[in-house]
């Protein structure tokens, strides 16, 4: 993952998962300890409340069956980690690639 994509992705991370007074991550394995700990947390305190954010953050459902079950690779939360960061590179790969085109004809929509 190159510097300035680490850089995009942590930021679409740490607000969700309130992880601004963390020092930034310098490399993504960093990163995913990160994630992984505070996923950890959740699991244990808040399950519903992480479900929720893991909707919310586009996660898909068919991905996060197979990382939580008991004969999965690697324990849930580094499996949680992993589809998070990686749906959170997509979205910053796609605000960096697609540039909409501005609106036209908006007369008498302002606010």
Known sequence: ???????????????????????????????LTLVAERIAELLEKQPEYLMSLLYRLDVPEKKIHPVMRPDAPEPANYGLARLVIERQKQRAETKRTVKPEPLEDMEGWEW
């Not at 850089?7 to 963390?22: C, H, I, K, S, Y």
């Open 1 to 31: 993952m190159t510097d300035e994509l680490l850089q995009q992705t942590t930021a679409l991370v740490r607000g969700p998962f309130e992880l601004e007074n963390t020092p930034p991550p310098a490399t993504e394995a960093e990163l």
